[in-house]
């Protein structure tokens, strides 16, 4: 379990949908790397929580992707730092970035149609450029 997550004034994930651990991370930092678990591994369980509207959580699951797992909860990893409370914040504050993402509605298009003098423009561009190819045909004599 692990503290609550702040979203907005009105979001706030329980820490309860909320999961970390720390695991060895790979890359460079030398034997450090093989004897301290600075990588932050936090998963968020986003199908049984009520925090976040049903519409968000729709979104969300196309935003998350990649990164579900097969139980149905969100991970994010981060081993940006070597320092786990670093990373740790670093994975609060993707999945917060996520979840904000997801609780934009996207706008609905409106379909347009083109106006009177769009269309004119149009016809007068396509008349001028079939008179130029016009002039460009090769020029026959009466005797053929």
């Known amino acids: 379990m692990s503290t609550p997550l702040v979203i907005n004034e009105k979001i706030t994930l329980p820490g309860s949908d909320l999961e970390w651990s720390a695991v060895r991370a790979s890359g460079p930092g030398g034997q450090n790397v093989n004897k301290v678990a600075s990588k932050v591994e936090l998963s968020f369980d986003f199908e049984s929580t009520v925090a976040l509207p049903e519409d968000a959580r729709e979104r969300l699951r196309k935003l998350a992707k990649n990164t579900l797992d ?49 269309k004119a423009k149009r016809v007068t ?13 090769k020029v026959r ?3 053929d």
């Open 141 to 143: 004599s009466r005797d």
């Open 70 to 118: 097969g139980e149905g909860r969100i991970l994010v990893k981060s081993e940006k730092t070597r320092d786990q409370v670093k990373n740790l914040a670093d994975a609060r504050a993707k999945l917060k970035k996520l979840v904000l993402e997801a609780l934009v509605v996207p706008k609905v298009r409106k379909a347009t149609k083109p106006t009177r003098a769009a």
């Open 125 to 137: 561009t396509k008349k001028k450029v079939a008179a130029k190819k016009k002039t460009r045909k």
